[in-house]
C-alpha cells in the first residue's frame, strides 16, 4: 500500500510543522479490500486512508493544497469525475482554539499490482496512475499564508 507512505512523505516534505513533529500527522488505512479476477493473479488494493492531524497550528488550507497536489498526480478520478469528485475527499475539523486544530481526512485510493509469473517466480509490479496534464504547478513550490512562508 505504497500510496499512504507516499501521501504521508509529501505531507511531511512539504509542511514544516510535520517535519518538526511528526507525531501530529497519523496516517491509517480502513476498509481495505483486494480486487482479483480469475483471469490472472493481478489485483488492486481499494481502501480508505483516514488522515489524522492532531494540534496543528496553522489554517487547513497548508494542508490542503500539498494534499490535492499529491491526489491530482497518484489519485486523480478523485478530481476528474465532477460526479464523484463532490464528496470524495472528506473532512473533519475541531478548532481547539484560536489558530489550532484536529483535522481527520477521509479519501479512498486504489492502487493496481500486476503479477508476472515467470516459471515457479512471481513479479509484482505497482502500475502508476497515467500521467494527465500537470495540475500542479511548478516544481519546486511554496506557499505563503499571510506573506509567511508555510511551506519549505
Known amino acids: 500500500m505504497d500510496k499512504a507512505i507516499s501521501l504521508r512523505d509529501a505531507l511531511t516534505s512539504n509542511i514544516e510543522q510535520f517535519k518538526t513533529f511528526p507525531d501530529k500527522l497519523k496516517v491509517f488505512i480502513e ?17 480508505e486512508l483516514n488522515i ?15 494534499l490535492l ?15 464523484k469528485a ?21 479519501m479512498p485510493l486504489s492502487e493496481a499490482v500486476k503479477i508476472v509469473k515467470n516459471g515457479n517466480q512471481y513479479q509484482m509490479t505497482h502500475i502508476p496512475e497515467p500521467e494527465l496534464n500537470d495540475l500542479t504547478g511548478p516544481s519546486p513550490w511554496e506557499l505563503r499564508a499571510n506573506g509567511e512562508l508555510v511551506t519549505p
Open 31 to 47: 476498509n481495505g479490500n483486494v480486487v482479483a479476477r480469475l483471469s490472472n493473479l493481478s489485483f488492486e488494493y481499494r481502501y
Open 52 to 66: 489524522l492531524v492532531i494540534d496543528y497550528e496553522a489554517h487547513p488550507d497548508t494542508i490542503f493544497l500539498p
Open 69 to 83: 497536489r499529491w491526489v491530482a498526480v497518484n489519485q486523480p478520478d478523485l478530481m476528474q469525475n465532477p460526479d
Open 86 to 106: 463532490e464528496n470524495r475527499i472528506a473532512f473533519e475539523a475541531e478548532p481547539i482554539n484560536q489558530g489550532i486544530y484536529d483535522i481527520n481526512i477521509k
